[in-house]
């Protein structure tokens, strides 16, 4: 046993194309929620998926320290509480008991550090100030805009994919204020009915990306072992966050590895809000276990994409009744306990480590389901 109190079983993990030696603390990034809606099973699956990461990083020996973010400067949360007559901060703050139920229904370990982003409004003008001291970034009119012309060149998108990407969450590229389409707001002036602040340029608030960009800063300091998020704001999203904090710091790369977990979809569309297809946790833990839920996100490759069908959900309670029996047997294989735990930090194959414990049984079985919080 190492002195962390539990069995030292690798020196590295592997996610996607990074092989990452383990080192403690592992700081964790989760980019979190915009709290004007309940929890969709998307949502969840980035967030369950997460928490397994920390999961086998301790499984492996390191202490994780993880911080998910509350987007609650948000120009898509305004408009909602407007639309239901609240006040923007006292309606986040009601999304986020609602968000925060569902996780720990679906087991997830609360993380060390849950900033709000109206919390962080000073971190954001430090990082425009910075940005602009290094000439990354100038303004207009009130606002600081990032220069961002070679970020999505960077991610290895064309300028065609860029710009769908961009517009599909909400950028104006055609904002005559920017020197390049693809540079982004730090710092944006507020109207009278939207949130806003002092800063050097008039009253004002924080751009996305930005808010993401300080609130890793204050948190984590200029670098991060695992960025985590939905895949479908790897760009432009996680994409400025980390070109922003390299940009003002001169640190580099900003995360050891990158961790884009895959998006659900229902009858072939992307699960989204703006879509209606929305699938919400609530509704799914009335009617199933759920931990069969958390299997559901869990049992399959983490990058890819998938097609929610509720009919899978039974047949994972039904694995979970094996496990659980494979688990009453009093059998030790330490053979079967290093292969379960090679396949978990092997890129987080939980279908593979899922086999080896029903089939071996005892400690295998007790193992996994331990790590991956099905108990």
Not at 337 to 345: K, N
């Amino acid at each position: 046993m190492d002195h962390l109190g539990r069995r030292e079983h690798t020196d590295r993990i592997r996610l996607g194309g990074s092989a990452l030696p383990v080192v403690s603390p592992a700081r964790l990034y989760v980019c979190g929620i915009t709290p004007y809606d309940v929890t969709h099973l998307g949502h969840a699956g980035t967030f369950v998926w997460a928490d397994a990461a920390a999961a086998v990083l301790r499984l492996a020996g390191a202490e994780t320290l993880t911080c998910r973010n509350v987007t609650d400067v948000d120009d898509v949360l305004t408009h909602a509480a407007q639309r239901r007559g609240r006040h923007f901060d006292e309606f986040a703050l009601e999304q986020e008991y609602l968000f925060g139920r569902d996780m720990a229904a679906l087991r997830v370990r609360r993380p060390e550090y849950e900033p709000r982003a109206r919390h962080h409004v000073g971190r954001v003008v430090q990082l425009a100030l910075a940005l602009l001291a290094t000439d990354h970034a100038y303004q207009r009119d009130g606002a600081v805009y990032f220069r961002g012309a070679d970020v999505p060149a960077k991610t290895g998108l064309t300028l065609e994919e860029a710009t769908e990407l961009a517009v599909e969450f909400g950028d104006r590229t055609e904002d005559l204020n920017r020197e390049d389409p693809f540079d982004v707001p730090v710092w944006r002036p507020s109207t009278d009915d939207q949130p806003g602040w002092p800063s050097p340029w008039g009253r004002g608030r924080p751009g996305w990306h930005a808010e993401c960009a300080a609130i890793a800063l204050g948190v984590h300091g200029c670098a991060v072992d695992i960025l985590a998020g939905g895949a479908d704001l790897s760009f432009p999203h996680r994409a400025y966050q980390a070109a922003m904090v390299e940009a003002a710091t001169g640190v580099g790369p900003f995360a050891r590895a990158e961790f884009p977990v895959g998006t659900v979809t229902v009858d072939g569309a992307k699960m989204a809000k703006s879509g209606g297809n929305l699938v919400l946790v609530s509704d799914l833990l009335r009617s199933y276990p759920a931990a069969a839920v958390r299997l559901l996100l869990l049992n399959r490759p983490w990058r890819l994409s998938w097609e929610f069908r509720s009919e899978d959900i039974a047949d994972q309670a039904n694995r979970l009744d094996r496990l659980y029996s494979a688990a009453g047997r009093a059998l030790t294989s330490r053979a079967a306990t290093d292969a379960l735990t090679a396949a978990l930090v092997d890129d987080l194959d939980v279908p593979a480590a899922l086999e080896i414990g029903e089939e071996s049984g005892g400690d295998a079985a007790r193992l996994v389901l331990r790590t991956l919080a099905l108990e």
